[in-house]
T-cell receptor, first 117, second 115 residues
């Protein structure tokens, strides 16, 4: 079985400040890692993903996340946030489970990022 | 390309009733997954369908079921509704059958309220 822990349910920051949204996972097998974002009254959108290769992945809007296998973490960072970044952010993990089951996504409970002027 | 569409957007039912939710994936996508989103439990995986076959299933009771049609459209059904079934039900589609690997595109959801 796999699980995801997002350590902060809410993160308030001021505009142009840096932010880090924390995500830890547990899994007995190799994993793929994702960050999805949900803007108010919208469905989820993929922000970035780690499948293999470089442990640092970036999104087109300035977010980045680093896969740390030893710490089983995939924290999301942005050096300077905008008001438009206000949204709920979900970390997710997938991995082949026991018994030959297929990959399926397990989500964390989300972190609400609120950017204040 | 049109995005993932879900109908209806809002639904109010009473305990004991049953409900059917519909999802139309992005054209060409063959994988459809369903999730339940609640404030307390967050996003929980219900099931995934690919080419009309259920490929994966979450830990939900048998009251929750789904199916996929030959045009990849999917429906989920909840029978004998309980108050705790009140949630936002999200549908997501992806191009391949591995929802845990490839990007999933989410619909806006169906908000189900059980009274």
């Amino acid at each position: 079985a796999q699980s995801v822990t997002q350590l902060d349910s809410q993160v308030p920051v001021f505009e142009e400040a840096p932010v880090e949204l924390r995500c830890n996972y547990s899994s007995s097998v190799s994993v793929y890692l994702f960050w999805y974002v949900q803007y108010p009254n919208q469905g989820l959108q993929l922000l970035l993903k780690y499948l293999s290769g470089s442990t640092l992945v970036e999104s087109i809007n300035g977010f980045e996340a680093e896969f740390n296998k030893s710490q089983t973490s995939f924290h999301l960072r942005k050096p300077s946030v905008h008001i438009s970044d206000t949204a709920e952010y979900f970390c997710a993990v997938s991995g082949r489970g026991s018994g030959g089951s297929n990959y399926k996504l397990t989500f964390g409970k989300g972190t609400l990022l609120t950017v204040n002027p | 390309k049109a995005g993932v569409t879900q109908t209806p957007r809002y639904l109010i039912k009473t305990r004991g009733q049953q409900v059917t939710l519909s999802c139309s994936p992005i054209s060409g996508h063959r994988s459809v997954s369903w999730y339940q989103q609640t404030p307390g439990q967050g996003l929980q995986f219900l099931f995934e369908y690919f080419s009309e076959t259920q490929r994966n299933k979450g830990n939900f009771p048998g009251r929750f079921s789904g199916r996929q049609f030959s045009n990849s459209r999917s429906e989920m059904n909840v029978s004998t509704l309980e108050l705790g079934d009140s949630a936002l039900y999200l549908c997501a589609s992806s191009a391949s059958g591995l929802a845990g690997v490839h990007e999933q595109f989410f619909g806006p959801g169906t908000r189900l309220t059980v009274l």
